[in-house]
Protein backbone atom coordinates (compact mmCIF):
# COMPACT_ATOMS: atom_id res chain seq x y z
CA UNK A 1 0.00 0.00 0.00
CA UNK A 2 1.59 3.59 -1.03
CA UNK A 3 1.23 6.56 1.04
CA UNK A 4 -1.96 7.67 -0.43
CA UNK A 5 -4.26 4.75 0.00
CA UNK A 6 -3.12 4.67 3.23
CA UNK A 7 -4.04 8.14 4.24
CA UNK A 8 -7.31 7.51 2.20
CA UNK A 9 -8.38 4.65 4.47
CA UNK A 10 -7.35 6.10 7.37
CA UNK A 11 -9.46 9.30 6.61
CA UNK A 12 -12.19 6.86 5.95
CA UNK A 13 -11.98 4.45 8.63
CA UNK A 14 -11.81 7.30 11.16
CA UNK A 15 -15.24 8.73 9.85
CA UNK A 16 -16.48 5.46 9.57
CA UNK A 17 -15.82 5.07 12.93
CA UNK A 18 -17.71 8.38 14.29
CA UNK A 19 -20.81 7.25 13.27
CA UNK A 20 -23.10 5.55 16.03
CA UNK A 21 -23.90 2.07 16.32
CA UNK A 22 -24.93 -0.63 19.02
CA UNK A 23 -21.15 -0.84 19.72
CA UNK A 24 -20.89 2.76 20.20
CA UNK A 25 -24.50 2.96 22.27
CA UNK A 26 -22.71 0.00 24.74
CA UNK A 27 -19.93 1.90 25.28
CA UNK A 28 -21.17 4.92 25.90
CA UNK A 29 -23.70 3.30 28.64
CA UNK A 30 -20.22 1.95 29.99
CA UNK A 31 -18.95 4.56 30.30
CA UNK A 32 -21.55 6.55 32.44
CA UNK A 33 -22.27 3.72 34.44
CA UNK A 34 -19.01 2.63 35.20
CA UNK A 35 -15.96 4.77 34.23
CA UNK A 36 -13.61 5.32 31.61
CA UNK A 37 -11.34 2.71 32.71
CA UNK A 38 -13.66 0.10 33.50
CA UNK A 39 -15.30 0.24 30.17
CA UNK A 40 -12.26 -0.12 27.98
CA UNK A 41 -12.54 -4.15 29.01
CA UNK A 42 -15.97 -3.26 26.62
CA UNK A 43 -13.73 -1.56 24.11
CA UNK A 44 -11.41 -4.60 23.89
CA UNK A 45 -14.40 -6.71 23.51
CA UNK A 46 -15.91 -4.86 20.40
CA UNK A 47 -11.73 -4.74 18.89
CA UNK A 48 -11.46 -8.53 19.07
CA UNK A 49 -14.87 -9.05 17.58
CA UNK A 50 -13.85 -6.74 14.26
CA UNK A 51 -10.68 -8.79 14.40
CA UNK A 52 -12.45 -11.82 14.18
CA UNK A 53 -14.50 -10.42 11.30
CA UNK A 54 -11.49 -8.84 9.69
CA UNK A 55 -9.59 -12.32 9.77
CA UNK A 56 -12.87 -13.99 8.29
CA UNK A 57 -12.67 -11.54 5.37
CA UNK A 58 -9.06 -11.45 5.11
CA UNK A 59 -9.17 -15.41 4.22
CA UNK A 60 -12.67 -15.65 2.15
CA UNK A 61 -14.78 -17.05 4.78
CA UNK A 62 -16.46 -13.65 4.97
CA UNK A 63 -17.92 -14.39 1.65
CA UNK A 64 -18.70 -17.44 2.39
CA UNK A 65 -20.88 -16.38 5.23
CA UNK A 66 -22.96 -14.29 3.17
CA UNK A 67 -23.23 -16.36 0.14
CA UNK A 68 -24.75 -18.94 2.74
CA UNK A 69 -28.46 -17.54 3.39
CA UNK A 70 -29.11 -19.74 6.15
CA UNK A 71 -26.56 -19.23 8.11
CA UNK A 72 -26.32 -15.60 7.56
CA UNK A 73 -30.41 -15.47 8.84
CA UNK A 74 -29.05 -17.88 11.79
CA UNK A 75 -26.56 -15.54 12.52
CA UNK A 76 -28.57 -12.49 12.07
CA UNK A 77 -31.69 -13.62 13.88
CA UNK A 78 -28.97 -14.89 16.84
CA UNK A 79 -27.40 -11.31 16.72
CA UNK A 80 -30.89 -9.35 16.78
CA UNK A 81 -31.75 -11.43 19.61
CA UNK A 82 -28.84 -10.57 22.21
CA UNK A 83 -29.45 -7.40 20.90
CA UNK A 84 -33.25 -6.85 22.21
CA UNK A 85 -31.49 -8.24 25.73
CA UNK A 86 -28.74 -5.88 26.13
CA UNK A 87 -31.72 -3.09 25.16
CA UNK A 88 -34.06 -4.37 27.54
CA UNK A 89 -31.44 -4.34 30.06
CA UNK A 90 -30.36 -1.22 29.45
CA UNK A 91 -34.17 0.38 29.60
CA UNK A 92 -33.78 -2.29 32.89
CA UNK A 93 -31.14 -0.36 34.56
CA UNK A 94 -32.84 3.33 33.87
CA UNK A 95 -35.83 2.57 36.06
CA UNK A 96 -33.65 2.09 39.13
CA UNK A 97 -33.66 -2.02 39.42
CA UNK A 98 -29.59 -2.43 39.54
CA UNK A 99 -28.14 -3.44 42.30
CA UNK A 100 -27.10 -0.98 44.63
CA UNK A 101 -23.51 -0.38 43.94
CA UNK A 102 -23.26 -2.40 40.96
CA UNK A 103 -21.26 0.27 39.19
CA UNK A 104 -18.40 -0.08 41.24
CA UNK A 105 -18.11 -3.72 41.35
CA UNK A 106 -19.61 -4.49 37.81
CA UNK A 107 -16.25 -7.30 37.06
CA UNK A 108 -14.37 -6.49 33.86
CA UNK A 109 -14.84 -9.93 32.39
CA UNK A 110 -18.24 -9.21 31.87
CA UNK A 111 -18.20 -5.78 30.31
CA UNK A 112 -15.58 -7.29 27.76
CA UNK A 113 -17.97 -10.05 27.51
CA UNK A 114 -20.89 -7.51 26.76
CA UNK A 115 -18.66 -5.74 23.90
CA UNK A 116 -17.37 -8.96 22.14
CA UNK A 117 -21.06 -9.80 22.04
CA UNK A 118 -22.16 -6.94 20.70
CA UNK A 119 -20.32 -6.79 17.97
CA UNK A 120 -20.47 -10.82 16.69
CA UNK A 121 -23.95 -10.51 17.17
CA UNK A 122 -23.97 -8.38 14.02
CA UNK A 123 -23.28 -10.14 10.89
CA UNK A 124 -23.53 -6.98 8.99
CA UNK A 125 -20.19 -6.18 10.25
CA UNK A 126 -18.43 -8.95 7.95
CA UNK A 127 -20.75 -7.59 5.21
CA UNK A 128 -18.94 -4.14 5.75
CA UNK A 129 -15.46 -5.80 6.37
CA UNK A 130 -15.93 -7.82 2.66
CA UNK A 131 -17.04 -4.98 0.95
CA UNK A 132 -14.44 -1.90 2.45
CA UNK A 133 -11.41 -3.34 2.30
CA UNK A 134 -10.52 -5.10 -1.54
CA UNK A 135 -11.01 -1.64 -2.73
CA UNK A 136 -8.30 -0.62 -0.90
CA UNK A 137 -5.89 -3.68 -1.72
CA UNK A 138 -3.31 -3.32 -4.61
CA UNK A 139 -2.83 -6.84 -6.64
CA UNK A 140 0.60 -5.89 -7.42
CA UNK A 141 1.59 -6.15 -3.67
CA UNK A 142 1.27 -9.46 -1.36
CA UNK A 143 -2.43 -9.28 0.44
CA UNK A 144 -1.25 -10.37 3.66
CA UNK A 145 0.59 -7.58 4.58
CA UNK A 146 -1.90 -5.19 3.07
CA UNK A 147 -4.59 -6.66 4.92
CA UNK A 148 -2.33 -6.49 8.15
CA UNK A 149 -1.45 -2.76 8.11
CA UNK A 150 -5.51 -1.66 7.44
CA UNK A 151 -6.61 -4.18 10.82
CA UNK A 152 -3.70 -2.48 12.59
CA UNK A 153 -4.83 0.86 11.71
CA UNK A 154 -8.47 -0.23 12.56
CA UNK A 155 -7.98 -1.12 15.55
CA UNK A 156 -5.81 1.50 16.67
CA UNK A 157 -8.08 4.24 15.41
CA UNK A 158 -11.45 2.51 16.79
CA UNK A 159 -9.61 2.13 19.81
CA UNK A 160 -9.52 5.65 20.34
CA UNK A 161 -12.75 7.23 19.30
CA UNK A 162 -14.44 4.39 21.59
CA UNK A 163 -12.09 5.04 24.10
CA UNK A 164 -13.46 9.33 23.56
CA UNK A 165 -16.63 8.28 23.40
CA UNK A 166 -16.70 6.31 26.94
CA UNK A 167 -14.45 9.41 28.92
CA UNK A 168 -17.09 12.34 27.04
CA UNK A 169 -20.08 9.90 28.52
CA UNK A 170 -18.00 9.25 32.07
CA UNK A 171 -16.97 13.07 32.50
CA UNK A 172 -20.57 14.37 31.23
CA UNK A 173 -22.10 12.82 34.66
CA UNK A 174 -19.86 15.37 36.91
CA UNK A 175 -21.35 18.03 34.69
CA UNK A 176 -25.43 16.90 34.76
CA UNK A 177 -26.83 15.06 37.86
CA UNK A 178 -25.54 11.28 37.61
CA UNK A 179 -29.10 9.65 37.90
CA UNK A 180 -30.86 11.73 35.58
CA UNK A 181 -28.36 11.45 33.01
CA UNK A 182 -27.44 7.91 33.41
CA UNK A 183 -31.51 7.28 32.67
CA UNK A 184 -31.17 9.30 29.97
CA UNK A 185 -28.55 7.56 28.08
CA UNK A 186 -29.86 4.06 29.31
CA UNK A 187 -32.91 4.50 28.04
CA UNK A 188 -31.82 6.06 24.04
CA UNK A 189 -29.08 3.46 24.18
CA UNK A 190 -31.74 0.92 25.01
CA UNK A 191 -34.24 1.72 22.72
CA UNK A 192 -31.13 2.12 19.91
CA UNK A 193 -29.81 -1.35 20.36
CA UNK A 194 -33.82 -2.52 20.25
CA UNK A 195 -34.46 -0.58 17.06
CA UNK A 196 -31.11 -2.44 15.81
CA UNK A 197 -31.88 -5.50 16.69
CA UNK A 198 -35.24 -5.28 14.95
CA UNK A 199 -33.49 -3.38 11.66
CA UNK A 200 -31.37 -6.38 11.97
CA UNK A 201 -33.68 -9.24 12.05
CA UNK A 202 -35.57 -7.82 9.21
CA UNK A 203 -32.83 -7.01 6.62
CA UNK A 204 -33.08 -8.78 3.53
CA UNK A 205 -30.11 -10.80 2.47
CA UNK A 206 -28.67 -9.78 -0.44
CA UNK A 207 -26.96 -13.14 -1.16
Given amino acids: MDTS????????????????????LLILSQGIMYGTRKSVSGIVGVLIGNIVFFSLSAVGIGAVLIASKSLFIAIR??????????GFQMIRNSNGNAENG????YPNKRLFIQGLATQ???????VFFVSLYPQFI?????????FATMGIISVVIE???????????STSKNILKKSVFEKIINRLGGFFLI???????????EA
Avoid: H
Fill in 5 to 24: TILIYTITEFILCLMPGPAV
Fill in 120 to 126: LSNPKAI
Fill in 195 to 205: GAGIRLITLKN
Fill in 102 to 105: ESAI
Fill in 138 to 146: SIDQPAIGQ
Fill in 159 to 169: FQVLLAYAWLA
Fill in 77 to 86: TLGALYLFYL
